[in-house]
């Protein structure tokens, strides 16, 4: 199977084996009980990740809108399972190392993991520059994978953090394959507001996502700060979707003197990504 959609979807899953009591028989308020205690339990998790810091669980319901009574058993059967742990005196938690596990298990099936940090080594050697490779997480953009470049200059990002999906180069590419009506389904309303306070017209976020999907790349001057310019192109499945990018960050001036270069390079690392086994049959 080559990499598609399925990288960062949601499938639904028939996990009856033979002698187990079919899905369907389970009593319908089981069923959405339970279904409620895993979304909160990845809401968790998911809040953590963002935070970068071990948080107690009061203050893990406040944040996220939870029953605090609902967020302690869940926390205490993370915690049994070794998913969060502790981390202090004070009751605090973070995530665990059988996330750890989990995350290593899943890297030694993919053999595009190690593909994908070549293809990084590649285009930060030739440019000098911060590579990324970037995905929709939900409906939010992240980084999954940076290599910095060899310049003096560091850009500052984080690997992993949910970012809004227009603030982004990325972002146009990623959501192109969509009608114009699913996107503005899909992406928040509020993430339109840019963080000067701006507001982008979702109509023009559409128009620019259009004319990035016919070039194959889109560049602009970061949104997120006033010096770098942001590259981007399409990693794309056997469809024809655009399912990760390859990015480049660089300082403006630089970038910009070297606009055709830096995209060629790009262009090349993704090609030679595009349709590779990502995912095991």
Known sequence: MSIDSTWGSQKKIDGSKDGDKPLSTIEPGITAKRARGLDRAFEILDFL??????????????????????????VNLLLRNEVLELAGADGRVFLGRKLFFLGAAYEEQFDFTRECEAALEMIARETRETAQ???????????????????????SSDVGQSVPIPWTASGRLLVAHMSDQEILDFIPPQDFKLPSGEWLAPESFIAE?????????????????????????????????????????????????????????????????????????
């Not at 990740?49 to 967020?71: D, F, H, L, T, Y």
């Open 133 to 155: 490779f970037c995905m929709l997480d939900g409906n939010k953009y992240i980084v999954v994978r940076m290599k910095e470049g060899a310049r003096p200059f560091r850009i």
């Open 49 to 74: 990740r963002e935070q970068k810091s071990p948080m107690r669980p009061n203050e893990i319901a406040v944040q996220i809108g939870a029953p605090r009574s609902s967020v302690y058993e869940l």
């Open 209 to 281: 996502g259009r004319g990035a999907a016919v070039k194959g790349e889109f560049t602009f001057d970061s949104i997120v700060d006033s010096f770098t310019h942001c590259f981007a192109v399409p990693v794309i499945d056997a469809e024809r979707r655009c399912v990760a990018t390859l990015c480049l960050v660089a300082p403006r001036e630089d970038g910009l003197a070297n606009y055709r270069h830096y995209l060629s390079v790009l262009k090349k690392a993704a090609g030679e990504l595009s349709g590779k086994p990502a995912v095991h049959d």
